[in-house]
């Protein structure tokens, strides 16, 4: 199964997540950095999917 590709915004998250004086298009450039990277915003995406905001609107506690 293909890894899937993280987003901009959620590399964006995992930049600012990291904490690193580097830029974003420079830490994607290396190619070890990159996957640390992706690997982060990954975990961002899985976490941002899992919330419902209709849900928490709504106070729907199934």
């Not at 420079?26 to 961002?44: C, D, F, G, T, Y």
């Amino acid at each position: 199964m293909p890894r899937i590709s993280p987003d901009r915004p959620s590399l964006q998250f995992a930049h600012v997540l990291l904490h690193t004086p580097q830029p974003l298009d420079e830490m994607l450039k290396n190619p070890s950095l990159k996957i640390i990277l992706e690997a982060v915003a990954r975990r961002h995406m899985q976490r941002r999917a899992r919330v419902d905001v209709k849900k928490l609107q709504a106070n729907d506690y199934d």
